[in-house]
């Protein structure tokens, strides 16, 4: 399963995308995160239903500086499996 996420609110700056590989990894997750011009954070889970679950929902509350207003899922457009968890830039 995969998953496209966007995240508003206070979360660049914060170590957001260092904290989202952190949990990715630890859940066995796959993907990717970046930082958006906009201010948003943008990522794409792959994993077992339960494990991107449970990452989106460490993400509902980020790194103790961090501030989430919302969380916007929707099924990816980009096709392919991963082979780990990146940061890209």
């Known amino acids: 399963m995969k998953k496209h996420i966007w995240i508003t ?3 660049q700056g914060v170590g957001f995308r ?3 590989r952190k949990n990715a990894e ?3 997750v796959l ?3 970046r930082n958006l011009p906009d201010g948003k954070v943008e990522a794409v889970f792959e994993g077992d239903e339960d494990q ?3 990452l989106i929902d460490r993400c509902k509350k980020g790194p ?3 501030y989430v207003k919302e969380i916007k899922v929707e099924e990816p457009k980009e096709k ?3 082979t780990d968890f990146q940061v890209r830039f």
Do not use: M, N, Q
Request: glycine fraction near 20%; avoid cysteine.
């Open 26 to 28: 630890s859940l066995g």
């Open 64 to 66: 103790p500086a961090a």
């Open 52 to 54: 991107i679950d449970e």
């Open 9 to 11: 609110g206070r979360v």
């Open 18 to 20: 260092h904290f989202t």
């Open 80 to 82: 392919g499996a991963f």
């Open 31 to 33: 993907g990717w995160v």
